[in-house]
């Protein structure tokens, strides 16, 4: 079973950006799909954007054309850059397969607020 730690996340303006960070445990890594899911509270947990082995990449409506996804497979690493940050945007933001299986993290909280 992959272990996965977030980290990158914190406090940030609106209109402000962040870099989050992914570690998985397995070498097999570079086969999954990732994804990059996040859930704000009282809300269902969402899936944001996720990225193939080969580096292919699909968003939700919510995020396009503000919100990266990347990888690098040689480091077991998946990142995610945020850009132009709202509040909507609020949320304790995992990492996971698409779709998930096993365990989760413990996420990393992202607060946009001014």
């Known amino acids: 079973q992959v272990q996965l730690v977030e980290s990158g996340g914190g406090l940030v303006q609106p209109g402000g950006s962040l870099r989050l960070s992914c570690e998985a445990s397995?070498?097999?890594?570079?086969?999954?799909?990732m994804g990059w899911y996040r859930q704000a509270p009282g809300k269902e947990r969402e899936l944001v954007a996720h990225?193939?082995?080969?580096?292919?990449?699909n968003y939700a409506d919510s995020v396009k054309g503000r919100f990266t996804i990347s990888r690098d497979n040689a480091k077991n690493m998946v990142y995610l850059q945020m850009n132009s940050l709202t509040p909507e945007d609020t949320a304790v933001y995992y990492c996971?397969?698409?779709?998930?299986?096993?365990?989760w993290g413990q996420g990393t909280q992202v607060t946009v607020s001014s």
């Open positions: 990225i193939t082995g080969g580096g292919s990449t």
């Open positions: 397995r070498s097999a890594f570079r086969f999954y799909v």
């Open positions: 996971n397969k698409n779709p998930p299986s096993g365990s």
